[in-house]
Structure formats: C-alpha cells, structure tokens
C-alpha cells in the first residue's frame, strides 16, 4: 500500500498571493517528503467549522494568516507560550483529537537578524514603527533580546501606549512627531506597519538623524527593497529586508507536520525572490 501524502495548508481570506505555499512545496520537494502544502480561502465566519473539522481530517496542520490570527487563537483551546504571549497562531498543528496553536512571527523576525547582523541585540535603544499583531511579535522579541530602551510608536498613539504597558518597563510609547530626536539615538530601527508595501503610501520618515552604524529593517517584504529601505542603504546604514522573516517563521512549522528541520539558505532565498517577481507580474 502507498503511504497517504501529509497534508499541510495556510489559511487566510484573500490568501490567492501567499508565498508560502511556494517555501514549502521547495522544501517538500528538497528532502523528498511525500507530502503537500496548500492554500485554502477561509472567510472569517467559516472559520470556527474549518477548524473544528480539522481533527480527523487528511490534514497534519498550517499556517494561519490575515486576517484570522486573533480569532484562530480564540477558537483554539491549546496554545504554546508564545501563542499566549501574543494572543495570535500563525501556526497550528493536530494532536490526536485536539488542535495546538503556536506563534513563530518572533522567532522569525530574531532569525532574520541573526542572518545579517551579529550585534543587534546589543542595540541601546531600538524603535518599532506600528502597534499591530507584527509589532507585538517583533517587541517582545527586543524585550526577550535583553533590549532596554524601546520606543513604540504608532498613528494611533492609544495602541503604542497599551502594547508599551503591556510588555513593561522597557517599553514607551513615543509619537510620530518626536521622531526626529527619538531616531539621534536609534541603533535599530524596526518597521511593523503595512507602510511602504505594494499599493501603499511609503513611510515618511527622515533617517539622517540615526548613528552611523544603525540597522534599518521592514518587515514588509513586497516589495523586497521598501523605500525605507532604499533610503537607509543610500545613508550607508545597515538595511535588512523582510523575506527572511517570512522564510524562517516557516520553519518550526515544516518541522512539526513533516518531522524535519528545513534550513533557510541563499538557494530557498533567490527561489523567493523568484516567486515574488512572479506575483508582482
Ligand atoms: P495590523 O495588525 O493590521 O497593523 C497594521 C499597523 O500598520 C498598525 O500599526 C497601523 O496603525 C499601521 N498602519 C496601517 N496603515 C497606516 C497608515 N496609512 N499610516 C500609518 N500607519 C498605518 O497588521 P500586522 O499583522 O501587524 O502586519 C503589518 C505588516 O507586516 C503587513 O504589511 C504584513 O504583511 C507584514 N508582516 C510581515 C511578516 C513577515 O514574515 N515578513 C509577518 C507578519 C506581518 P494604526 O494602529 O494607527 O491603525
């Protein structure tokens, strides 16, 4: 008899331009695992009854994407600490009758730093642009980094100032318009807010101020050099974009549905690029 493929899937409502359906099939398809990854769309009021009928289903497990990481995590009795600490899954897996709900945005966003900076964590001070589901990711990431001057600031000043109370002493709130002398003692700049992508306004921000040796980062990714980015590579700043991020989030959740360990490398990496050019045509 043929063993029955491992079915995974990512879930999100559009989901017709998601990249990871891509990543992981290359993984698949590199260590030879009879298996497959798809994406399913799942409007919000649907999403309740696709996730109680997915023990006992072909499926192993998935993603879950925008705009269902809130209320995923809601319908999901068992949560990882890092699902907890968020109050949002990107990751979900089944185990015997239950679901487990897990968040791996964080450990993404530290590997993608890890991949291009060997200091950042010993950042003085770091300002994260937005106050969203990523922000709150990549802030506790900074605070479990040992970081210890955080600003937070966001449009909608009220939602930097709960996510600063909530992650602690650290953490402030700042406004957009104190930019200018926050950024003179910046040493990592982090953009959390969907501007700057595809169909988006940039971010209008001046990053002349920031020292010398500063790391820029977007977590936008489309397109892969935003015009933040652009603009600190052009002050010679350290500017690193925000596909690795999407590559590594990936990874503890290959690991647990299909049982390996797939790596991050330059080959996956211009692969995505690829894919990337290929939903922008
Ligand atoms: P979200 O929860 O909706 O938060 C969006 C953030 O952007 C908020 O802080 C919002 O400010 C701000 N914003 C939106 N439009 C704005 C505008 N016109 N002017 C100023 N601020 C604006 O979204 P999210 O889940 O955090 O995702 C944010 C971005 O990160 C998206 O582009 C997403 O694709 C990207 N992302 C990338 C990865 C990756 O793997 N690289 C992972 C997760 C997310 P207000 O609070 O004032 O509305």
Redesign the pocket.
């Known amino acids: 008899m043929v063993d029955q493929p491992q079915k995974a899937f990512v879930i999100g409502w559009p989901i017709s331009h998601s990249l990871s359906p891509a990543l992981h099939t290359y993984w698949l398809d590199f260590h030879e695992i009879n298996g497959s990854y798809e994406k399913i769309a799942v409007p919000p009021e649907k999403l309740e009854e696709f996730l109680d009928n997915l023990p006992g289903s072909a499926f192993i497990g998935g993603n879950i994407t925008?705009p269902h990481?809130e209320m995923a995590f809601g319908f999901i009795k068992d949560h990882k600490s890092a699902a907890i600490q968020l109050e949002a899954t990107n990751t979900i897996w089944i185990e015997g009758s239950k679901l487990v709900a897990d968040n791996t945005?964080g450990y993404?966003f530290t590997a993608n730093l890890d991949d291009f900076s060997t200091d950042w964590r010993n950042a003085q001070s770091a300002l994260v642009i937005?106050?969203?589901?990523?922000?709150k990711?990549v802030v506790i990431s900074l605070t479990n980094a040992g970081i210890k001057n955080i600003v937070i600031a966001?449009?909608?000043l009220s939602?930097a100032q709960d996510l600063a109370q909530k992650f602690g002493p650290s953490c402030r709130a700042g406004m957009l318009e104190e930019l200018p002398v926050v950024l003179e003692k910046t040493n990592l700049l982090i953009n959390?807010?969907?501007?700057g992508?595809k169909n988006?306004?940039p971010l209008k921000i001046d990053l002349a101020p920031m020292p010398a040796d500063a790391i820029v980062t977007d977590?936008?990714?489309n397109p892969l050099q935003t015009p933040l980015l652009k603009q600190a590579t052009s002050l010679n700043l350290i500017a690193i974009d925000?596909?690795g991020?999407?590559m590594h989030?990936a990874v503890p959740g290959f690991e647990k549905w299909f049982g390996v360990r797939p790596n991050v490398t330059p080959q996956l990496r211009a692969y995505m690029l690829k894919q990337l050019e290929a939903v922008n045509t």
């Open positions: 925008i990481k945005d993404g937005g106050a969203g589901g990523a922000a990711a966001n449009r909608t939602r959390t807010t969907s501007m992508m988006q306004p977590i936008v990714y925000g596909i991020m999407l989030q």
